[in-house]
């Protein structure tokens, strides 16, 4: 059965689509047959599968509210659906947490990310409230600085909401809006570099909230090598 992660927040500039589009090629990497769904009017994942002509990952475009019906009559033969969401439309956001089986909300080490986070956990929860507690959920600490005092205080206010927070994470690399530019991900210029690390750790967590597997999130600590420039 596939299964449909959607990257959301409704804070632009969040990373959305650079996460989306590094996990989905994680994902292919595994040998996964994923397609990556650009719901963002404003075509952020489109100009990125422009620049790499579309060789990369299959991409399709279903900016609209009836994503979660259209989406059903398209994903048959993948086993992933990786949404990249559109930030500031409630509509859309509804749409997306509708269809997907894990909500995935990339927050970097800012109050103002925090603060736009309430209008799309009010979503989150209204639909649980119908839908016996589905879909999943987890915050994801991206771009985050190491040793920052601002770090910490972002997984402090975090855990006051009643959604995980993955222990994996990204921290700032200048790889990540490098391949990004180029069209490609982390895998594309530094397949076992820290960032790739990075991003294969994401996936495979998300793997073991999706699959159920014996899993325990936790405030991350930020650890991984965030000193470094890639």
């Known amino acids: 059965m596939t299964k449909t992660i959607a990257v959301l927040n409704q804070k632009g500039g969040a ?40 060789e990369l990952l299959p991409v399709v475009r279903l900016d609209r509210e009836s994503l979660a019906k259209d989406l059903a009559n398209i994903a048959d033969g993948y086993d992933f659906v990786v949404i990249d969401g559109a930030p500031q439309i409630a509509k859309l956001s509804v749409a997306a947490v509708k269809a997907a089986d894990l909500v995935l909300i990339p927050v970097q080490p800012s109050p103002y990310d925090i603060w736009a986070c309430a209008d799309l956990i009010d979503i989150l929860e209204a639909r649980r409230e119908i839908t016996d507690g589905k879909p999943k959920a987890a915050f994801l600490i991206s771009r985050a600085i190491r040793n920052t005092k601002l770090s910490v205080e972002i997984v402090e206010a975090l855990n ?71």
């Open 15 to 54: 990373g959305k689509t650079t996460i989306a589009t590094n996990i989905a090629h994680a994902l292919v990497r595994d040998g996964f047959a994923t397609l990556l769904v650009d719901a963002d009017p404003q075509g952020s994942l489109r100009d990125w599968n422009a620049v790499n002509g579309g």
């Open 160 to 230: 006051t909401y009643d959604i995980p927070i993955l222990n994996a994470h990204t921290t700032q690399r200048v790889i990540y809006p490098t391949a990004a530019a180029e069209g490609g991900t982390v895998f594309s210029i530094d397949p076992k570099g820290p960032a790739a690390r990075e991003i294969i750790a994401i996936q495979r967590e998300l793997m073991e909230v999706l699959h159920d597997t014996d899993h325990e999130t936790r405030p991350p600590r930020h650890r991984a090598e965030a000193s470094g420039t890639r």
